[in-house]
């Protein structure tokens, strides 16, 4: 029998950084660096023959027989994240919540939280709270406090997130009840925002989690603050410590991190790009958006057979579904389908196919060829680069991948 024959991965994606050459896996999300006669080999198809220096590239994945490399990447396309045998719940006060009384509130997401334990058993309440500022604050303070003891006495574990729509809301968390809290950012000054940066960093120092949305009309608002921003890339505490996320998001829109890959007006997509990699350049760590960096923080598809929770006792498994009287859209089955349709034709050819894969479950599948299968090629690639570029991929060593 001849032996089986070694050429690049069908999910390899090639960059040239400079005269560097540098492949990323999108399955196994390794990279390393090559030289230019096998970056030509891996961009032609052609086999490639055995050498050291391929036998590493196997262990990454960059390098594999036909067989073995439609096995591995076809397995880890179709094994979902959120397919796991977990209920996990998402506990979220909604707007209309917070015209009650604390108390109210309090007892309605208790037994809610009791009546779900009764019918099936619960590892974790996401109890996300929106708005941060003045007595808001205390309202939700006191209501996490409350939730936290039930759940500690029925021995469920609760994560406690804070929205607050304005940096200078993280004034009023100096409690710092909540393990996790999300701000909005709208630059105006050193002067009018370093009190509220002092604010994050206490935050910080205490261990909390922090996601911080830099929010903008467009590009262009971005270069008034450049001196601003540079200065704060130098913070080690805000840029370089595990405990923070930062991002850039347009102005007027939801409050969510957005992945390159989820957005599909064109125009937009060019301003978030643009702000996104001139917040890289400053050293600002933007953090990845494309999957298998998972969905958009605020699906409940980030964790497996996650619920949103309604206070009110409802259940709904959209984050878009939470105000709406009745939905019957569910995020599961139409990402199922979708995995489903894509497998059965090209795409299963596409080195970016498990970041499609990964848009928000409400976005069709792109037609193989069309401008927005291009549009998604494009984008997913041009976030590769950044994250190579800013250093948040770092392409292994082949002397360090032979140890391994």
Same mark, same amino acid.
């Given at each position: 029998?001849?032996?089986?024959?070694?050429?690049?991965?069908?999910?390899?994606?090639?960059?040239?950084?400079?005269?560097?050459?540098?492949?990323?896996?999108?399955?196994?999300?390794?990279?390393?660096?090559?030289?230019?006669?096998?970056?030509?080999?891996?961009?032609?198809?052609?086999?490639?023959?055995?050498?050291?220096?391929?036998?590493?590239?196997?262990?990454?994945?960059?390098?594999?027989?036909?067989?073995?490399?439609?096995?591995?990447?076809?397995?880890?396309?179709?094994?979902?994240?959120?397919?796991?045998?977990?209920?996990?719940?998402?506990?979220?006060?909604?707007?209309?919540?917070?015209?009650?009384?604390?108390?109210?509130?309090?007892?309605?997401?208790?037994?809610?939280?009791?009546?779900?334990?009764?019918?099936?058993?619960?590892?974790?309440?996401?109890?996300?709270?929106?708005?941060?500022?003045?007595?808001?604050?205390?309202?939700?303070?006191?209501?996490?406090?409350?939730? =936290?003891? *039930? %759940?500690?006495?029925? #021995?469920?574990?609760?994560?406690? /997130?804070?929205? $607050?729509?304005? @940096?200078?809301?993280? !004034?009023?968390?100096?409690?710092?009840?909540?393990?996790?809290?999300?701000?909005?950012?709208?630059?105006?000054?050193?002067?009018?925002?370093?009190?509220?940066?002092?604010?994050?960093?206490?935050?910080?120092?205490?261990?909390?989690?922090?996601?911080?949305?830099?929010?903008?009309?467009?590009?262009?608002?971005?270069?008034?603050?450049?001196?601003?921003?540079?200065?704060?890339?130098?913070?080690?505490?805000?840029?370089?410590?595990?405990?923070?996320?930062?991002?850039?998001?347009?102005?007027?829109?939801?409050?969510?991190?957005? =992945?390159? *890959? %989820?957005?599909?007006? #064109?125009?937009?997509?060019?301003? /978030?790009?643009? $702000?996104?990699? @001139?917040?890289?350049? !400053?050293?600002?760590?933007?953090?990845?958006?494309?999957?298998?960096?998972?969905?958009?923080?605020?699906?409940?598809?980030?964790?497996?057979?996650?619920?949103?929770?309604?206070?009110?006792?409802?259940?709904?498994?959209?984050?878009?579904?939470?105000?709406?009287?009745?939905?019957?859209?569910?995020?599961?089955?139409?990402?199922?389908?979708?995995?489903?349709?894509?497998?059965?034709?090209?795409?299963?050819?596409?080195?970016?196919?498990?970041?499609?894969?990964?848009?928000?479950?409400?976005?069709?599948?792109?037609?193989?060829?069309?401008?927005? %299968?291009?549009?998604?090629?494009?984008?997913?690639?041009?976030?590769?680069?950044?994250?190579?570029?800013?250093?948040?991929?770092?392409?292994?060593?082949?002397?360090?991948?032979?140890?391994?």
């Amino acid at each position: 029998m001849e032996p089986a024959v070694l050429e690049g991965s069908r999910w390899n994606n090639l960059f040239d950084l400079g005269g560097r050459w540098i492949v990323v896996n999108s399955i196994t999300m390794r990279a390393a660096e090559v030289d230019g006669e096998l970056a030509g080999l891996l961009a032609s198809g052609m086999a490639i023959p055995s050498s050291p220096a391929v036998e590493r590239l196997c262990r990454l994945g960059i390098i594999a027989t036909a067989r073995d490399d439609e096995r591995r990447g076809l397995d880890a396309v179709g094994r979902r994240a959120w397919a796991g045998p977990v209920l996990d719940l998402f506990a979220i006060a909604p707007v209309t919540a917070h015209g009650q009384s604390p108390t109210r509130e309090i007892a309605q997401i208790i037994e809610t939280i009791a009546r779900a334990q009764e019918a099936r058993a619960i590892r974790v309440v996401k109890l996300r709270m929106s708005g941060a500022s003045g007595v808001l604050a205390e309202h939700n303070t006191e209501v996490v406090r409350a939730v =936290a003891a *039930v %759940c500690g006495e029925l #021995g469920i574990e609760l994560v406690s /997130l804070f929205m $607050a729509d304005a @940096l200078h809301d993280a !004034l009023a968390c100096g409690e710092a009840i909540a393990d996790a809290y999300f701000f909005r950012w709208r630059p105006v000054s050193a002067e009018r925002d370093g009190e509220a940066i002092e604010a994050i960093r206490d935050l910080l120092r205490q261990g909390k989690m922090i996601a911080i949305q830099i929010a903008i009309p467009d590009h262009e608002a971005l270069l008034v603050h450049l001196r601003w921003l540079r200065e704060l890339a130098t913070d080690d505490l805000l840029m370089r410590s595990a405990n923070i996320a930062w991002d850039v998001g347009l102005d007027g829109e939801a409050p969510f991190f957005a =992945a390159s *890959v %989820c957005q599909r007006d #064109g125009d937009r997509v060019r301003e /978030l790009a643009a $702000a996104r990699h @001139l917040l890289t350049q !400053l050293g600002i760590p933007i953090r990845p958006a494309v999957a298998p960096f998972q969905f958009h923080p605020g699906c409940p598809l980030l964790v497996p057979q996650a619920h949103i929770l309604l206070p009110g006792g409802r259940r709904v498994l959209c984050t878009d579904d939470v105000a709406a009287p009745d939905s019957q859209f569910n995020p599961r089955a139409a990402s199922r389908a979708r995995a489903v349709e894509q497998l059965e034709r090209r795409c299963t050819r596409c080195s970016v196919l498990p970041f499609c894969l990964s848009r928000c479950p409400r976005l069709p599948a792109p037609v193989p060829g069309s401008p927005e %299968c291009e549009h998604v090629k494009r984008g997913a690639r041009a976030e590769l680069r950044r994250l190579l570029e800013s250093g948040q991929i770092r392409p292994d060593h082949l002397e360090e991948a032979s140890r391994s």
